[in-house]
């Protein structure tokens, strides 16, 4: 099945009380039964609710798994997974990631005796040598934010799996339409759908995807027991969202190629970080494994102190200063005050994030105008 017929027709039936054609919003916290035990497949509504499976069928089939789950973000997904691990483990990152799964390792998981190694990805040894016998998971971005680094999965997942450890891929800043982790070798594939899946900067929502029955149950169980599960309204937008995912991640990729190479011809910027150009380092990894480079940029100016960097952040007009990425409407964003503030300083510049770098997720507004937009900005 094409992607387009994919993702309009993923894990929706007509409802069959109705012959509604969208998903009702099954707006209800418990479910009548016949008898003890006995019911309709449906208890209570943090363990099932009818709009949330038919949104964790179609995370499944948008992500070629076998299996979907919803979470409440895509931290309480991200969340979820590390609780899969026991003290003593050890979790190989990597070293560029968003600030938030970053503070949820550092500053929450690192207190229950779980160790996080972080390295460069995008070379497949340092993880090979970051292996030891308590290596039990290996967490991937790619692209990664904010730098868009591209990290080869099916290299890495031949270490995962030699290591006997888990592959996790936060695969948000590609989404389903340019990149299917699972298909690579991961074990697990996160999205923040709040991004891309929900497309439309109204909704917070987290998904898991996974092939292993297994590994579902524990995840399931997780999901049930500590109880970070979207509500029916949530799930009903982002269904919603998903059924246009291909059109707006089309022009997504149009627009961000179009802006990136624009960028890169200004007299007035000092390097663009995206992973279309064919001489980034990551080109070739990405024009293996994605269908396109998507519509996440960052760059500096030649002129890198804050006041420059701040000067085009709070002038452009269409471009709206913000924190999040992947709506139709196009978001400026500075990762070093906003995204990534978590990180300390010492780590962000070590690992290429310089205080100036500004981050933009790319509308599907017209091109043109978000060009003028920046111009007017950069000055």
Not at 124 to 145: D, F, G, H, R, S
Request: glycine share 8%; charged share 20%.
């Amino acid at each position: 099945m094409k992607l387009a017929t994919k993702f309009i027709h993923a894990g929706t039936e007509p409802d069959p009380s109705t012959g509604a054609i969208m998903t009702p919003i099954f707006q209800t916290s418990t479910y009548v039964q016949e008898a003890p035990g006995k019911n309709k497949g449906y208890e209570y509504a943090r363990s099932q609710n009818p709009t949330r499976k038919a949104l964790e069928d179609a995370y499944a089939i948008i992500e070629n798994a076998k299996f979907g789950l919803a979470f409440g973000s895509g931290v309480a997904a991200t969340d979820s997974v590390i609780k899969l691990l026991n003290p003593g483990d050890e979790v190989i990152a990597a070293n560029d990631m968003y600030g938030g799964s970053y503070r949820l390792f550092t500053k929450v998981w690192e207190r229950y005796g779980i160790t996080f190694i972080y390295v460069d990805t995008t070379n497949a040894a340092n993880v090979q040598a970051a292996v030891t016998a308590n290596t039990k998971m290996i967490w991937l971005e790619t692209p990664t934010n904010p730098l868009m680094n591209i990290t080869d999965i099916a290299a890495i997942a031949v270490i995962s799996k030699a290591a006997h450890a888990l592959l996790c891929v936060d695969n948000t800043f590609a989404s389903p339409y340019l990149q299917n982790p699972l298909d690579q070798g991961a074990d697990i594939v996160m999205h923040s759908a709040t991004k891309y899946l929900g497309g439309h900067s109204d909704v917070i929502q987290g998904a898991l995807m996974m092939n292993d029955p297994e590994l579902r149950e524990k995840l399931y169980f997780i999901q049930k027991s500590c109880g970070a599960v979207p509500g029916p309204m949530d799930c009903f937008l982002v269904l919603r969202g998903i059924k246009t995912l291909h059109v707006r991640m089309k022009q997504h990729c149009e627009n961000g190629e179009k802006i990136a190479h624009w960028l890169r011809n200004h007299a007035k910027i000092g390097k663009v970080y995206w992973p279309g150009f064919e001489d980034n380092a990551g080109y070739a990894v990405a024009k293996k494994q994605m269908r396109g480079f998507g519509g996440m940029i960052s760059f500096v100016l030649k002129d890198e102190s804050i006041e420059a960097a701040n000067q085009v952040l709070t002038g452009t007009h269409l471009f709206s200063l913000a924190e999040s990425l992947g709506g139709v409407e196009s978001l400026i964003n500075h990762p070093a005050s906003m995204t990534h503030a978590s990180i300390p300083r010492e780590e962000r510049i070590k690992n290429g994030l310089a205080d100036g770098l500004i981050r933009l997720s790319v509308g599907i507004e017209d091109a043109d105008d978000l060009i003028e937009d920046l111009k007017q900005a950069i000055g």
